[in-house]
T-cell receptor, first 115, second 111 residues
Framework: DGGITQSPKYLFRKEGQNVTLSCEQNLNHDAMYWYRQDPGQGLRLIYYSQIVNDFQKGDIAEGYSVSREKKESFPLTVTSAQKNPTAFYLC??????????????FGPGTRLTVL | KQEVTQIPAALSVPEGENLVLNCSFTDSAIYNLQWFRQDPGKGLTSLLLIQSSQREQTSGRLNASLDKSSGRSTLYIAASQPGDSATYLC??????????FGAGTTVTVRA
C-alpha cells in the first residue's frame, strides 16, 4: 500500500528542546516538502527537496532544519530557535517538483505543542 | 507574491443541495491549480488538479473550473452528502512551481 507516513501523530516539546518529525514515503517520489498549518491560515512551505542530498528553504525556514539522506525519508527538526512552533506539520511528496508530475500528495500530519 | 483567497470561510447546507466553493488568486500566471479536502486533524487529500491549459476537470460528483484571466477557480459538488463535510483548500502553483494555499472553506452538510 503506497503512501506517506508521518510520526508521531502528536508531539509535545518543552521550551529549549529540539524535536524531530519523521516523514517516510514509499511512492518512489523524488520531491518532498514540509508545510506548517496554523488555524485560519493557508499552508506555508518550510523546506523542500527535489533530490537526495539536496534541499532548499521555503518561506518560513528559520528555526527549522532538514536532511535528505534517503529518497524515502525527509525528517524535519524543530529547533529551540523556532519561537512559536505550536502548529500542525504536514509532509508531502510529488513525482517531481518541476514539470507536469508535480501534483502533491500529503501525509496525515503531526501536531506539535509546546508545553 | 501570489495571494490565494477562499470565501466564505465556512458554509452550511442541507443534504442534497449543490455546493459551490470559490477560490481566487492574484497572479494569473499559474502553472496549475489543485483542490484538496481536509478532514479535522488529518492530512490533505488531493481531489482535482487543473492544468493551466485546461478549463475544467471532473471526478464523479466533483467538477472544478479554472478561469485564469479573472483569477478564479470554482469547485462544484453535486448533490451534497453529510460525508462531504470537511474543509476544502485550493492551491495555485506558480510558474516557479511553488504552491500558494488558500485558508480553506469549511463545509457542513446537514442531514
Amino acid at each position: 500500500d503506497g503512501g506517506i507516513t508521518q510520526s508521531p501523530k502528536y508531539l509535545f516539546r518543552k521550551e529549549g528542546q529540539n524535536v524531530t518529525l519523521s516523514c517516510e514515503q514509499n511512492l518512489n517520489h523524488d520531491a518532498m516538502y514540509w508545510y506548517r498549518q496554523d488555524p485560519g491560515q493557508g499552508l506555508r512551505l518550510i523546506y523542500y527537496s527535489q533530490i537526495v542530498n539536496d534541499f532548499q528553504k521555503g518561506d518560513i525556514a528559520e528555526g527549522y532544519s532538514v536532511s535528505r539522506e534517503k529518497k524515502e525519508s525527509f525528517p524535519l527538526t524543530v529547533t529551540s530557535a523556532q519561537k512559536n512552533p505550536t502548529a500542525f506539520y504536514l509532509c508531502a511528496s510529488s513525482i517531481e517538483r518541476q514539470g507536469i508530475y508535480n501534483e502533491q500528495f500529503f501525509g496525515p500530519g503531526t501536531r506539535l505543542t509546546v508545553l | 507574491k501570489q495571494e490565494v483567497t477562499q470565501i466564505p470561510a465556512a458554509l452550511s447546507v442541507p443534504e442534497g443541495e449543490n455546493l459551490v466553493l470559490n477560490c481566487s488568486f492574484t497572479d494569473s500566471a499559474i502553472y496549475n491549480l489543485q483542490w484538496f479536502r481536509q478532514d479535522p486533524g488529518k492530512g490533505l487529500t488531493s481531489l482535482l488538479l487543473i492544468q493551466s491549459s485546461q478549463r475544467e476537470q471532473t471526478s464523479g460528483r466533483l467538477n472544478a473550473s479554472l478561469d485564469k484571466s479573472s483569477g478564479r477557480s470554482t469547485l462544484y459538488i453535486a448533490a451534497s452528502q453529510p460525508g462531504d463535510s470537511a474543509t476544502y483548500l485550493c492551491a495555485a502553483t506558480s510558474n516557479d512551481y511553488k504552491l500558494s494555499f488558500g485558508a480553506g472553506t469549511t463545509v457542513t452538510v446537514r442531514a
